[in-house]
């Protein structure tokens, strides 16, 4: 069975990059009124982390943290519990709600206000895949070979991975996804449960690629890496015209932490499954 103890350590580099990702915390009131998001006084002194039968809740003063939609929030891990835990405690002098993306994303799980399901979410994933940034690569001299150097090796891995032979374009014309590389996908999407999922479409939103998300949890790339990627092409116009003081590595820290949050979850659920499917073959051994 896996110690839960070990999955946390695991997860030890990703909540590290969520803590830091929002320009080391004491930035973040200052960042967030500035996008003029609503935030709040912080109102609670200490976190804490309780198991009720087999899931686990956050509590705030010994007060069990709620969904907006008022159900209690309960995920069904400690490691998950206690990165969430640790997500509220780095909180300041104000609750700064848009920086704080493993709530939100367990928030979303278990309220579901858009009445989706798991087929739903599928599908949408499935139609991403033509728009897939790695997926569009430039006739220019300079970015032409950065992306035949950067994205074509992740390319590469994704087709071997999946079995798939997935065209690029290049042009503005979307490339062709056939009705098997659908269906693969397909199977891979639905073998996730619906936080998981939830998260893996979090994620690919956030990077604007699907093969990105997948090499992410694959453990092909980091977080980090897949940022960077995603953002090959704004990266190499930087160079060329210059950057812009803060704003761009803001944008990089916002969304590597999108992507590991989104990895957390993802992996907390696949180490779930994996010890359930263990334990299972084990009580069919004996």
Known sequence: ??????????????????????ILNQHNYNVVKNRCYATH????????????????????????????????????????ARAIAVEWDAQTEQIARPTMHLTALCNTSLDNPGKLSSHDITSYLLDFIATDTLLFHSEEGELKELQEQKWVPVLEWFNKRFGLKQEISRDLM??????ETRAVLARHFLSYDFPALNAMCFGIEALKSPILMLACVDRFLVPQE????????????????????????????EMTARVAASLLVIQSSSERHSAAAKKSQGDQKT
């Open 174 to 179: 979307p490339p062709p996804v056939s009705t």
């Open 226 to 253: 897949a940022v960077l990627l995603s953002r090959l092409e704004e990266e190499y116009q930087v160079l060329r015209w210059g950057r812009v003081p803060w704003a761009h590595e803001l944008n990089q820290a």
């Open 1 to 22: 069975m896996v110690n839960p103890i070990n999955i946390g350590l695991k997860m030890f580099r990703s909540v590290n990059i969520i803590q830091k990702s929002s």
């Open 41 to 80: 006084k912080r109102f609670f002194r200490r976190t804490d982390i309780v198991q009720n039968e087999k899931n686990w809740e956050v509590t705030l003063d010994h007060r069990r943290l709620k969904t907006p939609n008022g159900r209690v929030l309960t995920v069904n891990n400690e490691p998950l």
